[in-house]
């Protein structure tokens, strides 16, 4: 029965890239925890924030798999230190002044399953200037088409077990 069906889904990684994002990130956190997957891998690495993002990542790290605060290169190399870290199956990025709509990841997962391995999603995002205002996953379509900066699409990748993602440029 359910206990099963937990065994055979994929575990998802979402990173989130930080800096001084102490205004908005505990809304993104709660986006992606409020996704109740059974297999959410979620790290957080933030580039040295001086505001108060390090006290809201310390009040969530029981929920978070991996969290830093460390100076970096930028928002590529947070997200490919999130990567280098990731054991999921599916691996994602959501930047934090973004919200993930409720039960998109539950998309996600049934997406991937039943597609090809190796395939790209795209899936746009609310960001906050946009908050409460759409509450809905579009489809990619009509998020490329929109001129509104509101409809950020994000990437998520596939990748067999136990091999590394290409890094991001910066």
């Not at 800096?19 to 959410?40: A, K, R, W, Y």
């Not at 690495?45 to 978070?64: F, P």
């Amino acid at each position: 029965g359910e206990a099963r069906g937990v065994m055979r889904s994929p575990v998802i990684t979402i990173v989130t890239p930080s800096l001084n994002q102490g205004e908005f990130i505990e809304q993104t956190i709660l986006s992606v925890l409020d996704q109740e997957l059974p297999n959410l891998e979620y790290i957080v690495i933030d580039g040295g924030s001086s505001d108060e993002t390090v006290d809201v990542l310390r009040r969530y790290e029981a929920h978070l798999a991996h969290w830093v605060s460390e100076p970096d290169r930028g928002q590529a190399d947070a997200i490919n230190k999130g990567l280098a870290r990731a054991t999921g199956e599916i691996c994602g990025y959501l930047n934090s002044d973004d919200l993930y709509a409720p039960g998109c990841l539950s998309r996600v997962m049934d997406d991937f399953l039943a597609g090809p391995d190796g395939a790209w999603h795209a899936y746009p995002v609310r960001d906050f200037s946009a908050y409460p205002a759409i509450t809905t996953l579009f489809d990619r379509a009509i998020a490329e088409r929109s001129h509104q900066r509101v409809h950020v699409v994000e990437l998520l990748q596939r990748r067999p077990a136990r091999v590394a993602l290409p890094p991001l440029a910066g």
